[in-house]
């Protein structure tokens, strides 16, 4: 089925969301497992979860929790798109479905945590800039989404990095850095 298909509603299915582990740093991989009905609504089409890494909340009361940034497209003549988190607090066991950023049109999305333990959810959109959220909770609800002018896109995905350097709390953003082409990688 593809993408058409689905989101009209006359596949013969729909995106379906699976989880799988490592316990040997890659060298082999656990059975995957459907976890689809967790986190995923019936109205809901296509489905994507990343295409970049998740991360692990490193601080707060939600310290320890596996989040997964992913984005859906609803089934239907709309078909509205919007970015979402997926996250787990016993380390893969059961996936819930978190908070769905407040804007149509978000797509792929990317997530990391700030300095203060919230969460920054940067997603694609159709504008030539990203859009951007905060979740204050752990990822459960994101607030009002904006655009952030700093950092223009050809309508592509991107990729963000929360590391320290030199002792300080930083965030390496990368993607083709051009408003009209993919090209500029930076």
């Given at each position: 089925d593809d993408i058409g298909e689905i989101n009209r509603g006359t596949s013969e299915d729909t995106r379906r969301v699976f989880y799988t582990w490592s316990d040997d740093d890659g060298l082999s991989w656990e059975e995957?497992?459907?976890?689809?009905?967790?986190?995923?609504?019936?109205?809901?089409?296509?489905?994507?979860?990343?295409?970049?890494?998740?991360?692990?909340i490193s601080q707060g009361e939600h310290?320890?929790?596996?989040?997964?940034?992913?984005?859906?497209?609803?089934?239907?003549?709309?078909?509205?798109?919007?970015?979402?988190?997926?996250?787990?607090?016993?380390?893969?066991?059961?996936?819930?479905?978190?908070?769905?950023?407040?804007?149509?049109?978000?797509?792929?999305?990317?997530?990391?945590?700030?300095s203060d333990g919230r969460l920054m959810l940067n997603m694609r959109s159709g504008d030539p800039v990203r859009l951007v959220s905060i979740s204050d909770d752990g990822g459960e609800t994101w607030g009002e989404v904006t655009l952030d002018y700093e950092l223009n896109e050809p309508t592509c995905q991107g990729s963000l990095l929360a590391c320290e350097v030199e002792g300080r709390h930083t965030l390496l953003f990368s993607n083709p850095a051009s408003s009209a082409e993919r090209i500029k990688m930076t």
């Open positions: 995957p497992e459907e976890i689809t009905s967790s986190v995923k609504k019936p109205h809901w089409g296509w489905y994507a979860t990343g295409p970049v890494h998740g991360i692990q310290k320890g929790r596996l989040i997964i940034a992913c984005d859906y497209i609803e089934v239907g003549p709309d078909r509205e798109g919007y970015s979402h988190v997926i996250y787990s607090d016993d380390g893969g066991e059961t996936w819930n479905l978190g908070g769905v950023a407040p804007h149509p049109g978000a797509n792929e999305s990317t997530v990391a945590e700030l």
